[in-house]
């Protein structure tokens, strides 16, 4: 199956802070990507969904200004946690479709574990 | 609103036996019912899928029972082995442009040896 990477796998950082999180399609092209986020021993609940080339949606209740997302380019995807605070330490993760293929199926990335101290 | 509702939380299998998580849906318009599985502290990895035209999928030990008119669908993995603990989460997803997944609740599922 496709690939899709996240960058970093875990990462701690100091209340206040902007963490930024990638998220790579390796094998493959993908216009659409989505963020989600997972507290422990919940679901995922999508955050939003990336588009390249154009504004990402949000969705209801997910502060654009704080979840900053970028989909510069048909294979990454990225997305910033502005001014982070405890609340915000999550399981991260990113899915992508493969555009060419045309396929319902999402591949997931590994998921990047955020710490806010 | 939780569009697609999954039961059990939680399932306790011995080694070799059946383990059946089942999902309900209330949107007759989602059209792709994904099943995904997820290890602790890993990404889920896509396990099996079925589309409403078709009643049962198979893969190896995995199959999927799908119910139209009741809205159902379930997962059965026959002959569980303790590799299979994990937690396992139903999904769909509206014929649209974006295709975003709907996840239900997630079970966890134990196979002991």
């Known amino acids: 199956g496709a690939v899709v990477s996240q960058h970093p796998s875990r990462v701690i950082c100091k209340s206040g802070t902007s963490v930024k999180i990638e998220c790579r399609s390796l094998d493959f092209q993908a216009t659409t990507m989505f963020w989600y986020r997972q507290f422990p021993k919940q679901s995922l609940m999508l955050m939003a969904t990336s588009n390249e080339g154009s504004k990402a949606t949000y969705e209801q209740g997910v502060e654009k200004d704080k979840f900053l997302i970028n989909h510069a380019s048909l294979t990454l995807s990225t997305l910033t946690v502005t001014s982070a605070h405890p609340e915000d330490s999550s399981f991260y993760i990113c899915?992508?479709?493969?555009?060419?293929?045309?396929?319902?199926?999402?591949?997931f990335g590994p998921g990047t574990r955020l710490l806010v101290l | 609103q939780q569009q697609v509702k999954q039961s059990p939380q939680s399932l306790i299998v011995q080694k070799g036996g059946i383990s059946i998580i089942n999902c309900a849906y209330e949107?007759?318009?989602?059209?792709?019912f994904p099943w995904y599985q997820q290890f602790p502290g890993k990404g889920p990895a896509l396990l099996i899928a079925?589309?409403?035209?078709?009643s049962e999928k198979k893969e190896g030990r995995f199959t999927i029972s799908f119910n139209k008119s009741a809205k159902q669908f379930s997962l059965h993995i026959m002959d569980s082995q303790p590799g299979d603990s994990a937690t396992y989460f139903c999904a769909a997803t509206l014929y649209t442009g974006r295709r975003a997944l709907t996840f239900g609740s997630g079970t966890r599922l134990q196979v002991q040896p």
């Open positions: 079925i589309r409403p035209d078709v």
């Open positions: 949107n007759t318009a989602f059209d792709y």
């Open positions: 899915s992508a479709r493969d555009f060419l293929s045309n396929q319902e199926t999402q591949y």
